[in-house]
């Protein structure tokens, strides 16, 4: 029988020593070892079928949800939060913001809204926050025609200060042809098209471009070869003339007169050789210019990023189908106001989704574009997907919402409003799942039941395990 | 309990007008909207309910829905629909033609606002299709005194039906200032101001509707003396003046909140509702959306105002603000200008089902094809 062997006292202290100084040195390891969970307690969620759940309890464990149910065993040292009675849904996602952007303008596919985002606008943010906004996509603005790059944005607090963590700067190339009367919009299109004109011939200029080089790399690899080749040659011949100039060397006072001259006639031949071999060898090509602009429109001609164009008027959309057509890509179209007028030339489209938002009806007629009370449900009969966006800042995406949803009778507004961002062919009337699920990151707490009752809003907003924002007991905010 | 509370309050005023013998069922006269959640006077919606409409256009009672007479019944409200009085756009400028101003006179009782309105104005019509029944308007408030208010129904065509004679509007704000008479400077038109509720006779002293939009008109207008307070319009954000306002049976008209506008003034709306003052909100067609009453109610619900509150402030306080008496409630002896939404109407999924003016039906969806056309009877 082997004799057991106990641990010495002093291999004991080494093991506690090595445990303690992990544990002062990694964080994350301590992150995990002692972060507290933070526990929600005795919140309803709405269900889908328009039913109430029994009181539950979340459990939220570094920033993500990871468990909800009635039973749920609570963690020790957990942080609760008094939460009793509120509805807990998951953050809303706005497709269409303009948040903090204010007069930031762009013309230029460039800039991405990302580099207009003013993460210090404290206010503005924290007020789409307490609407219930989670994360946003940020949409850039300018004069119409290609205004830059939609980025995705979560509203975060920063530990550097300020608010807003990009996601990712790239969603979707923005272009606006609604901006401008007729004729204007008429130039903003023929802009546009120039535009993705140029990306196209420099696309064919790029491809020639590589296939020259990787002639020119052959060439230069033969010609290489061949030199090396004649170098050979050359260096037996030298070795040859070497033995034959030492014994010349005996004669080489009387002809230095000579051998000047015949060294002149060597020069002047060398020369002429060389320059002979620069004309027969391989040209290098010439690489296209420099062009960032276009370089993304090229991004979108190779199908690498999406395209939404707004566009609201029915000649509008039917430029922007005839812009996708031509340069062979799929986009979001937002507004999309009349698009009942031209519902036929948007049916063949392939991967086409709108993006709707709320029109501002005036009662001046001809004031603004005609929206059918019935479009939602003619793109679903087409089978075109659609979401909502605010089109604003975000304050609004809500309303938006529930005002897009009552128009078109869908009960599941909630769907609409968290949904990830579009195109998703996913919006089919009563499809609605639970509104918060394991994993979830971002958590709306409501007064009331955001599903039914319209007075519901946002009491706690919850990013990543922290409460960042909490009805104030008062509405009274700031001073006079 | 609050419904149940009004539950009885509708079931006492209908049994006080049936006694009364002055709102009595007519069978064959009367028609019944069934099924319906009804705004009450105090704001709430109170469920399954019935509204008797007379022959004449007056509501004669509400009724819990299952005490009606199956035969009498006009129209079967879809399931979680509301009927609420008319929305009305307030000191907007719908159905006015041109401007109306006060000229150089700076205390003009005489000037009408009535003598500008225009029943020919197709918008009135529009208007009427989203919910919007009654129009207030107003001169521009150019002078301390700018005439009176006046209060029309929103219906194109005849001569205008003008629902109250209308109140005096006063006003303590920059737009009263002019270089060509006094006063000149605001410290000049606040002495005026005391001056005349001071030294003027009691009688002329109506407490009206007083334009003070800005902070410091507030603050000032509660300095001048009054001795009953006016209906003050206020689009600003003066925090601090509303605090006393309270308890003093204030009403504030408050608005138009636009999307993506400035919060503070709808924060003070609010403020100003939690310490006790009633508000209306001013409308702003034909310029505004056309469903822009809704939509400011619906920001401030969003930004804390009690649902309650917000009804009043669409529907029976813009009516009062004007002292149109017979206009904004639900109630027997009150037009039956009504309007039939699919839900809440603080809902912004709300949609306008059907609209009743005076009593009549008209159609809300524009006729597509030849058939939806009505034929009257």
């Known amino acids: ?480 | 309990m609050r419904s149940i509370r009004n539950l009885l309050l509708l079931l006492l005023m209908t049994c006080v007008s049936a006694s009364s013998g002055a709102a009595a069922l007519h069978p064959g006269g009367d028609s019944v909207i069934s099924g319906v959640g009804v705004v009450a006077p105090d704001g709430s919606i109170c469920q399954g309910m019935a509204v008797v409409v007379s022959a004449e256009g007056r509501i004669v009672a509400v009724i819990p829905a299952d005490q009606t007479d199956p035969a009498m019944v006009q129209m079967t409200a879809p399931e979680g629909s509301v009927i609420t009085p008319g929305l009305h756009d307030l000191l907007g400028s719908l159905g006015a033609t041109g401007e109306l101003t006060a000229g150089t006179v700076l205390i003009d009782s005489e000037l009408r606002a009535a003598a500008a309105f225009d029943p020919t104005d197709p918008r009135l019509e529009d208007a009427a299709r989203h919910g919007i029944l009654h129009t207030t308007i107003a001169a521009r408030p150019t002078g301390l005194l700018n005439g009176t208010t006046a209060t029309f129904l929103c219906k194109s065509g005849g001569r205008g039906e003008q629902l109250a004679e209308g109140m005096p509007y006063y006003a303590l704000a920059e737009t009263a200032l002019d270089s060509s008479r006094e006063p000149t400077s605001r410290a000049a038109m606040v002495a005026m101001w005391k001056d005349w509720l001071a030294n003027s006779d009691k009688s002329e002293q109506i407490p009206g509707i007083l334009y003070c939009p800005d902070a410091i008109d507030l603050r000032q207008s509660l300095e001048v003396g009054w001795s009953e307070l006016p209906v003050m319009v206020h689009s600003g954000d003066a925090r601090s003046p509303v605090d006393r306002l309270a308890g003093r049976e204030a009403m504030l008209i408050v608005g138009p909140f636009p999307e993506g506008g400035d919060s503070a003034p709808v924060r003070t709306a609010v403020w100003a509702a939690q310490v006790g003052v009633e508000l209306a909100f001013s409308g702003g067609l034909p310029a505004a959306p056309a469903d822009h009453l809704r939509t400011s109610a619906a920001i401030a619900v969003a930004a804390g105002l009690d649902a309650d509150a917000a009804r009043r402030a669409l529907f029976s306080n813009p009516a009062r603000a004007c002292g149109a008496t017979e206009i904004g409630v639900i109630e027997p002896g009150a037009r039956a200008d009504l309007v039939l939404f699919s839900a809440d109407p603080l809902d912004p999924a709300a949609t306008v089902i059907q609209v009743w003016r005076g009593g009549e039906r008209m159609r809300v969806a524009a006729p597509g094809v030849v058939s939806d056309l009505e034929v009257p009877e």
């Open chain 1, 1 to 480: 029988m082997m004799p057991i062997r106990l641990p010495t006292i002093s291999s004991m202290a080494t093991i506690w020593m090595s445990f303690a100084l992990t544990l002062m040195v990694s964080d994350p390891l301590q992150a995990q070892l002692f972060e507290r969970a933070t526990v929600l307690e005795g919140v309803y969620l709405p269900l889908a079928d328009g039913a109430v759940s029994e009181p539950v309890t979340i459990v939220i464990r570094r920033g993500r949800v990871t468990e909800i149910g009635a039973d749920v065993d609570i963690p020790l040292l957990s942080r609760k939060i008094d939460v009793k009675g509120l509805f807990a849904t998951a953050g809303l996602m706005d497709p269409s913001s303009n948040l903090t952007l204010g007069s930031a303008s762009s013309g230029n596919p460039v800039h991405s809204a990302w580099d207009g985002f003013d993460r210090y606008d404290s206010d503005s943010i924290r007020a789409a926050i307490a609407s219930g906004v989670t994360r946003i996509q940020l949409q850039p603005s300018g004069p119409g025609g290609i205004v830059g790059r939609v980025s995705s944005i979560s509203l975060s607090p920063r530990e550097d200060g300020g608010y807003g963590v990009l996601e990712k700067e790239d969603v979707a190339l923005c272009i606006d042809l609604d901006q401008g009367g007729s004729l204007e919009r008429i130039r903003t299109f023929d802009k546009v098209r120039a535009a993705f004109l140029s990306a196209q011939n420099r696309l064919e200029a790029q491809d020639e471009y590589s296939t020259d080089l990787e002639e020119y790399i052959e060439a230069l690899a033969k010609a290489a070869e061949k030199k090396a080749k004649e170098g050979d040659e050359k260096d037996e011949k030298k070795d040859e003339k070497k033995d034959e100039k030492k014994d010349e060397k005996k004669d080489e006072k009387k002809d230095e007169k000579k051998d000047e001259k015949k060294d002149e006639k060597k020069d002047d031949a060398e020369k002429k050789k060389d320059d002979k071999k620069d004309d027969d060898g391989p040209k290098k090509p010439s690489r296209p210019d420099r062009d960032p602009g276009g370089d993304i429109l090229l991004q979108v001609l190779e199908h690498k990023l999406p395209v939404r164009i707004v566009a609201r008027r029915s000649e509008d959309i039917l430029n922007a189908i005839e812009l996708a057509q031509e340069f062979e890509f799929g986009f979001q179209l937002q507004g999309a106001d009349e698009a009942h007028l031209v519902l036929d030339a948007l049916d063949g489209v392939e991967g086409l989704s709108v993006l709707l938002d709320v029109p501002q009806r005036s009662l001046t007629r001809g004031s603004a574009p005609r929206r059918s009370s019935d479009l939602i449900g003619m793109l679903e009969q087409a089978g075109i997907p659609w979401a909502v966006g605010s089109g604003g800042e975000s304050t609004s995406f809500w309303r938006a919402v529930r005002t897009i949803s009552g128009q078109a009778g869908i009960e599941a507004a909630l769907d609409v409003a968290i949904a990830a961002a579009p195109p998703q062919p996913r919006r089919r009337r009563g499809s609605a799942s639970n509104w918060l699920r394991r994993g979830a990151s971002d958590l709306i707490l409501w007064e009331g039941n955001p599903a039914t009752d319209a007075a519901a809003r946002p009491n706690r907003v919850i990013i990543d395990g922290t409460v960042v924002w909490q009805r104030p007991a008062g509405t009274r905010e700031g001073s006079f």
